[in-house]
């Protein structure tokens, strides 16, 4: 159950922590006005802190020195009212940027979102979940927090020790140069120290979004862990992530202890030396009390902003490696979902004649579904490995359901993945009605086209929300949720605590495996599709609801050209004909009882016979279907599967009453 799906993109990359920050600007153009005049109130706060120094010289030289109580007072009121001054301005800054940078946030977090729900399935099968998670709260709230105070400070710091520097050169350029001679070490230390905490600030976010992923595996899991007593082992790959990411954090601090050490250490020195040059001077009367009062007061008041760079510079390191991570999902390119892409390898003729309709199939006669020659290979596929579907050829007519048997493996839940364009496929057509769906836009693709997976995924939401989610852009109401809750027997819904406005709960763990399974039947047939996808829609159910419900089906298929995964001989009795798909081809169709009657493969997987696919064909020529095309198997072997069903269907009902 640990996270084994990692970030895909590389842990570390040489990049410039400018150019990452500056990918922001789309985002902070809408609020740069108020940034702009945040970084100059900001910047007006510390040159009026910058001003107290140079009241206490007048202080010194003026009223000190001529014993003067009340200009003592009055000096004393004046840098009262400069530091009232500057706490306000500092309130403004933070008032100006604090609603509008929660927008900035909120706006690529939406963008981000959006992006990922466009992306490519294939995208969603290489990044693990708590990556993603990760990028959209914690890398965001490191960006607003880098908009809202590095950024600014880092202007206003600069403006600080620029003008902070020019009264000191000004009050004595010689005590100036001692102060300044630790600014060549510094940037060299700052300049390592920059490098050094980008590698660790990337590895810290990455670890981070790995041991997210493994507490979202955790929990969606808990069952697993409980039942099979894997706490510990769970707990174990818990503390290991941890005490990585712990590690990486402590060689961020180490880094961080180091530069502020210097940072702080070095102007300390630089202002005891100026003390002593300037005591001299003031013994030798080449200076006045005040003008070294003032110049110490200067130099104090710029400790904050030269102490700072180390700060600011982890904050900003940190935010850039944040936009790196942001962006390395928002330049995954979406697919074309206008239609035309020739992605299935579509002919331009095919092209121009799908484009030549509204997409819809109207004006065209009714062909059905179509796959020509189709094949698929994952994207991340060793290149010398086999296709794994290697030219499918199947049409199924209009109003015809045709069931899909195969091994475990054979490529039967990739090949219904292709028809909604889940996944592209590599090579080959596959046409509606004789329009290729690669030339169809996906919005009008998925109206004319449902699926229901054999995982029933549900969402944290009503059951009518989740049902209504089948029913397109136009929506369902109330008589449509209805009766495709009644064909996918979802009685148990009335029973519910506020029956189709109960809330279902993450992922639908609320609900038994079969009533979950009938809730995602019911999505998939509310919005009356002309095609019709389901993988194994009836696994979890017992076999009285299962008959049940392919009672309520048949009438649904008699309108709809459909497409059934079946594993088993109840749901491919629901079909008009069953193709057998075999190492990447199809490789017989026909019904049932011609499938029992002509293919050793077909018996096995539907006889669970002990006969090897292989096996000499006459053996199953000799051995004819019953009337309801089964094969004659051994009465006792089918007492006990009955007495083993009704046991079973027994046990799911008192579960889903129990619940």
Same mark, same amino acid.
């Given at each position: 159950?640990?996270?084994?799906?990692?970030?895909?993109?590389?842990?570390?990359?040489?990049?410039?922590?400018?150019?990452?920050?500056?990918?922001?600007?789309? *985002?902070?153009?809408?609020?740069?006005?108020?940034?702009? =005049?945040?970084?100059?109130?900001?910047?007006?706060?510390?040159?009026?802190?910058?001003?107290?120094?140079?009241?206490?010289?007048?202080?010194?030289?003026?009223?000190?020195?001529?014993?003067?109580?009340?200009?003592?007072?009055?000096?004393?009121?004046?840098?009262?009212?400069?530091?009232?001054?500057? $706490?306000?301005?500092?309130?403004?800054?933070?008032?100006?940027? +604090?609603?509008?940078?929660?927008?900035?946030?909120?706006?690529?977090?939406?963008?981000?979102?959006?992006?990922?729900?466009?992306?490519?399935?294939?995208?969603?099968?290489?990044?693990?979940?708590?990556?993603?998670?990760?990028?959209?709260?914690?890398?965001?709230?490191?960006?607003?927090?880098?908009?809202?105070?590095?950024?600014?400070?880092?202007?206003?710091?600069?403006?600080?020790?620029?003008?902070?520097?020019?009264?000191?050169?000004?009050?004595?350029?010689?005590?100036?140069?001692?102060?300044? $001679?630790?600014?060549?070490?510094?940037?060299?230390?700052?300049?390592?120290?920059?490098?050094?905490?980008?590698?660790?600030?990337?590895?810290?976010?990455?670890?981070?979004?790995?041991?997210?992923?493994? =507490?979202?595996?955790?929990?969606?899991?808990?069952?697993?862990?409980?039942?099979?007593?894997?706490?510990?082992?769970?707990?174990?790959?818990?503390?290991?992530?941890?005490?990585?990411?712990?590690?990486?954090?402590?060689?961020?601090?180490?880094?961080?202890?180091?530069?502020?050490?210097?940072?702080?250490?070095?102007?300390?020195?630089?202002?005891?030396? +100026?003390?002593?040059?300037?005591?001299?001077?003031?013994?030798?009367?080449?200076?006045?009390?005040?003008?070294?009062?003032?110049?110490?007061? /200067?130099?104090?008041?710029? %400790?904050?902003?030269?102490?700072?760079?180390?700060?600011?510079?982890?904050?900003?390191?940190?935010?850039?490696?944040?936009?790196? %991570?942001?962006?390395?999902?928002?330049?995954?390119?979406?697919?074309?979902?206008?239609?035309?892409?020739?992605?299935?390898?579509?002919?331009?003729?095919?092209?121009?004649?799908?484009?030549?309709?509204?997409?819809?199939?109207?004006?065209?006669?009714?062909?059905?579904?179509?796959?020509?020659?189709?094949?698929?290979? *994952?994207?991340?596929?060793?290149?010398?490995?086999?296709?794994?579907?290697?030219?499918?050829?199947?049409?199924?007519?209009?109003?015809?359901?045709?069931?899909?048997?195969?091994?475990?493996?054979?490529?039967?839940?990739?090949?219904?993945?292709?028809?909604?364009?889940?996944?592209?496929?590599?090579?080959?057509?596959?046409?509606?009605?004789?329009?290729?769906?690669?030339?169809?836009?996906?919005?009008?693709?998925?109206?004319?086209?449902?699926?229901?997976?054999?995982?029933?995924?549900?969402?944290?939401?009503?059951?009518?929300?989740?049902?209504?989610?089948?029913?397109?852009?136009?929506?369902?109401?109330?008589?449509?949720?209805? %009766?495709?809750?009644?064909?996918?027997?979802?009685?148990?819904?009335?029973?519910?605590?506020?029956?189709?406005?109960?809330?279902?709960?993450?992922?639908?763990?609320?609900?038994?495996?079969?009533?979950?399974?009938?809730?995602?039947?019911?999505?998939?047939?509310?919005?009356?599709?002309?095609?019709?996808?389901?993988?194994?829609?009836?696994?979890?159910?017992?076999?009285?609801?299962?008959?049940?419900?392919?009672? $309520?089906?048949?009438?649904?298929?008699?309108? /709809?050209?459909?497409?059934?995964?079946?594993? %088993?001989?109840?749901?491919?009795?629901?079909?008009?004909?069953?193709?057998?798909?075999?190492?990447?081809?199809?490789?017989? =169709?026909? /019904?049932?009882?011609?499938?029992?009657?002509?293919?050793?493969?077909?018996?096995?997987?539907?006889?669970? $016979?002990?006969?090897?696919?292989?096996?000499?064909?006459?053996?199953?020529?000799?051995?004819?279907?019953?009337?309801?095309?089964?094969?004659?198997?051994?009465?006792?072997?089918?007492?006990?599967?009955?007495?083993?069903?009704?046991?079973?269907?027994?046990?799911?009902?008192?579960?889903?009453?129990?619940?």
């Amino acid at each position: 159950m640990s996270a084994t799906t990692t970030d895909p993109a590389p842990a570390v990359r040489s990049r410039s922590a400018i150019r990452s920050l500056l990918r922001l600007w789309p *985002y902070v153009r809408a609020v740069r006005v108020r940034l702009g =005049v945040s970084a100059v109130v900001g910047a007006g706060a510390s040159c009026v802190a910058l001003l107290i120094p140079l009241v206490l010289k007048w202080m010194v030289d003026g009223p000190v020195s001529d014993h003067d109580p009340a200009g003592v007072w009055l000096g004393g009121g004046l840098i009262l009212l400069l530091g009232l001054l500057e $706490a306000l301005l500092f309130g403004i800054r933070r008032w100006l940027v +604090a609603r509008p940078l929660a927008g900035v946030e909120a706006a690529m977090r939406a963008d981000l979102y959006r992006h990922l729900q466009r992306l490519p399935v294939e995208f969603h099968d290489r990044w693990a979940s708590g990556q993603l998670l990760s990028r959209a709260t914690m890398d965001l709230q490191i960006l607003r927090m880098f908009l809202a105070f590095p950024l600014v400070f880092l202007v206003v710091n600069t403006v600080t020790v620029l003008i902070g520097f020019a009264i000191l050169f000004a009050q004595s350029w010689l005590l100036g140069l001692v102060l300044l $001679a630790p600014a060549v070490p510094l940037m060299i230390m700052c300049s390592v120290f920059e490098t050094r905490y980008a590698l660790a600030a990337r590895r810290a976010q990455d670890q981070a979004g790995d041991l997210a992923t493994l =507490v979202e595996e955790s929990v969606l899991g808990i069952r697993i862990i409980k039942a099979f007593g894997r706490h510990r082992s769970q707990a174990r790959a818990f503390r290991a992530q941890t005490r990585g990411l712990w590690r990486t954090e402590m060689r961020k601090a180490r880094l961080l202890s180091d530069i502020w050490a210097v940072i702080m250490t070095l102007p300390e020195v630089a202002i005891g030396a +100026a003390l002593v040059c300037g005591v001299l001077q003031v013994a030798d009367g080449k200076l006045s009390a005040g003008t070294l009062v003032a110049f110490l007061s /200067t130099a104090l008041a710029l %400790r904050w902003p030269v102490e700072s760079i180390g700060f600011l510079l982890a904050m900003s390191n940190e935010a850039a490696t944040a936009a790196d %991570r942001y962006f390395e999902a928002m330049d995954t390119p979406e697919p074309d979902s206008s239609g035309s892409t020739g992605s299935t390898g579509g002919s331009e003729k095919d092209g121009s004649a799908a484009n030549a309709t509204d997409g819809t199939g109207a004006g065209r006669p009714s062909d059905g579904l179509r796959m020509h020659a189709v094949r698929f290979r *994952y994207p991340d596929a060793p290149d010398a490995g086999p296709d794994l579907l290697k030219g499918v050829d199947l049409h199924i007519g209009p109003g015809e359901t045709m069931a899909l048997v195969g091994a475990t493996g054979s490529g039967k839940t990739t090949l219904t993945a292709l028809l909604p364009r889940l996944h592209q496929a590599t090579g080959g057509r596959i046409t509606l009605d004789g329009a290729d769906i690669a030339d169809l836009p996906v919005k009008r693709l998925r109206e004319l086209l449902a699926v229901a997976f054999e995982e029933p995924t549900l969402f944290s939401a009503t059951v009518r929300e989740n049902v209504a989610m089948g029913a397109g852009p136009e929506g369902a109401d109330e008589a449509d949720i209805v %009766r495709a809750l009644a064909v996918a027997q979802c009685g148990f819904v009335e029973r519910l605590p506020q029956g189709l406005d109960t809330q279902v709960g993450e992922q639908g763990l609320s609900l038994s495996g079969g009533q979950r399974q009938r809730l995602a039947l019911a999505r998939a047939v509310v919005g009356r599709p002309q095609f019709l996808v389901l993988d194994d829609p009836l696994s979890a159910l017992d076999v009285h609801t299962e008959a049940l419900v392919e009672a $309520a089906l048949r009438e649904v298929l008699a309108d /709809t050209t459909a497409l059934v995964v079946a594993h %088993r001989p109840s749901t491919v009795m629901l079909a008009d004909r069953v193709a057998l798909l075999e190492d990447g081809r199809i490789t017989a =169709v026909g /019904t049932h009882a011609e499938l029992l009657r002509d293919s050793a493969v077909y018996r096995h997987l539907m006889s669970g $016979a002990d006969e090897e696919p292989g096996a000499d064909e006459e053996s199953g020529a000799d051995e004819e279907p019953d009337a309801e095309g089964y094969p004659d198997l051994p009465e006792q072997h089918g007492a006990e599967e009955r007495t083993g069903e009704a046991d079973e269907a027994s046990a799911a009902r008192e579960r889903s009453d129990a619940r």
